[in-house]
C-alpha cells in the first residue's frame, strides 16, 4: 500500500525557517520523481519544487527559487523540503506527490504551514 506521510509544517514567523519531510513506503521510492505541491486557502494547487529519482536534478518554482532547497534521502525512503527566508504567502497545505508506473497520482494528506508574525 502506497503511502506518503508529510511532516515538519507549523507556524512560523516571516522570515524564519522551516524543514518539510515526505516519508514514503509501499513502492519502490528510489525510481520516481518526487514533487511538493502547495494549495493556499481559496486558490489552485501549485508545484513548488521537484527532485528526479537520484536526487541529481531539482526544479523549483519561481516564487519559491533561491529560498527553498529540496533534496532526498533514497536510504530512508524521505524527501525534504528546506525553507527559509519564509514570506506570509508561502502559507499553504503542502503535500507530497508522485505519478506512479501506471499513470496514477498519488498524494500525501498534507501539513499546513503558516507565516504570519
Known amino acids: 500500500q502506497v503511502q506518503l506521510v508529510e511532516s515538519g509544517g507549523g507556524l512560523v514567523q516571516p522570515g524564519g525557517s522551516l524543514r518539510l519531510s515526505c516519508a514514503a513506503s509501499?513502492?519502490?521510492?528510489?525510481?520516481?520523481?518526487m514533487r511538493w505541491y502547495r494549495q493556499a486557502p481559496g486558490k489552485e494547487r501549485e508545484l513548488v519544487a521537484g527532485i528526479n529519482a537520484v536526487g541529481i536534478s531539482t526544479t523549483y518554482a519561481d516564487s519559491v527559487k533561491g529560498r527553498f532547497t529540496l533534496s532526498r534521502d533514497n536510504a530512508k525512503n524521505t524527501m525534504y523540503l528546506q525553507m527559509n527566508n519564509l514570506k506570509p504567502e508561502d502559507t499553504a497545505v503542502y503535500y507530497c506527490?508522485?505519478?506512479?508506473?501506471?499513470?496514477?497520482?498519488?498524494w500525501g494528506q498534507g501539513t499546513q504551514v503558516t507565516v504570519s508574525s
Open positions: 506527490n508522485f505519478r506512479g508506473a501506471s499513470g496514477l497520482v498519488y
Open positions: 509501499g513502492f519502490t521510492f528510489s525510481s520516481y520523481t
